[in-house]
């Protein structure tokens, strides 16, 4: 089981999330985001909007979901 914070992952806080894979944790993180932003949480609304586009921009949303497993993988 490895830690990252919601703030590693491109959001505002350092809510920590755990998991055992890289994209056990973007889904937690997905999670954390959309729950934040529906009880009107506005310092996560950048991030989630950011999150609902993701793959519309294939490009930059492979080098974020490559940087998250590489940096997930270097943790302890």
Request: hydrophobic content about 35%; glycine content about 8%.
């Given at each position: 089981?490895?830690?990252?914070?919601?703030?590693?992952?491109?959001?505002?806080?350092?809510?920590?999330?755990?998991?055992e894979?890289?994209?056990?944790?973007?889904?937690?993180?997905d999670?954390?985001?959309?729950?934040?932003?529906?009880?009107?949480?506005k310092?996560?609304e950048?991030?989630?909007e950011?999150?609902?586009?993701?793959?519309?921009?294939?490009?930059k949303?492979?080098?974020?979901?490559?940087g998250v497993?590489?940096t997930?993988?270097?943790?302890a």
């Amino acid at each position: 089981m490895k830690t990252m914070t919601c703030r590693q992952l491109g959001g505002p806080c350092d809510l920590e999330l755990s998991a055992e894979t890289a994209d056990e944790i973007i889904k937690a993180q997905d999670r954390h985001l959309r729950e934040a932003a529906r009880h009107g949480d506005k310092a996560h609304e950048p991030a989630h909007e950011e999150m609902k586009g993701r793959w519309k921009h294939p490009m930059k949303a492979m080098g974020w979901y490559r940087g998250v497993k590489k940096t997930f993988a270097q943790l302890a």
